[in-house]
């Protein structure tokens, strides 16, 4: 079988569902979510508007395929395996919270999320409706994550029985978010390690 | 002296001052920072363009100047005195984070402050120049104010040596704005409250 005969189609729309990802982040990031249409999109993926509209309802719910995939790309690239979705359990919570928060800030420092990421951001704290949908979409499975980490290191005792596997979440998670979001310091795996100390350690006296 | 009298231009200024700023607010929770405009703001305003200029050199100018009366206008309302810009501290700093998380819980929940926030929020988080702005001028000066707090407890003992007073600072005030922008659980004293027991405490047994 070679190349040179005829194009295999399920190949042709898989070229063609990364063209429309591609171009859809890249508008999002260079114009805003406001400003990207279905027709910029389908323009700048080479593709005709149809296309599009024969795979996805809405601008919105093409954004949020792109982001998804754009997301699981940025874990296979931090060493997950296709549709892994816990985080490590090495028996050593400090290690692995450090370990995940740390590919987190290269995930955040890195451009081709960056930018988008915000965008997205950006456009679901005053869109609620789309907020929504990438809060359920991306977001919370993220956070979910976590919370059964921390939930299985409290059944085996090495976490406080007092902790809250949710609130211990967003205390990872939260700062980490909000220094990238406002830029009120450096994004830094020496940040992400300190974190997880003050996290883990508290601030009262022992 | 009458009211009747000639009108004071000092009060007059006042009332326009405050007609831009109210102008300014409105206009952007309702249609976003990108399409709020000078000319907009001075016809909601009943002012010329030219007043406007005359005390603001910019749309982004004006719009830091409304959230920066805004604030003020919300630190008084929680009972905090003209340019009071110290934490309580009354010796219990589990109690004083408990009473300052619960207000900043009051007026995010409020939609007076709610909704000019997430604008201003989402313009900084993907413009890089107003973002700088908005946190030199509003966000950096609140986290100090944590950060100050938490540095004179662990002077006096209260705090583990080894706490770092910013980070501590983003452990508390990071979560509960993830929270709001991306409304992924809902926002109430008693979020605050575990908020507040969870970074005292800390994840690890005791």
Redo the contacts between chains.
Sequence with gaps: MSDAKAPDPSRRSERSRRAVFDAALALVTET?Y?RTTVEGIAARAGVGKQTIYRWWPSKAAVLLDAFLDLSARAAAEAGAAPGETELPDSGD?AADLRHVLRATVDELNDPRYDAPT??L??????D?EL??R??AAL??PQ?QVFARR?EAARAA????????P???T??L???????W?????PLTHA?AD??VD?????????
Tied chains: 1, 2.
Aim: aromatic share 4%.
């Design positions: 805003g406001a919570l915000r965008a951001a950006a456009e679901g704290a005053t609620p907020g929504a990438f809060t977001l919370e956070l921390i005792g090495r976490v406080d029985p007092a902790t809250d949710r609130i211990a967003e205390l998670v939260g700062p980490l978010h909000h220094r979001l406002h830029r009120t310091g940040y300190a974190l003050h996290a883990l350690r508290g601030l009262a006296p022992r």
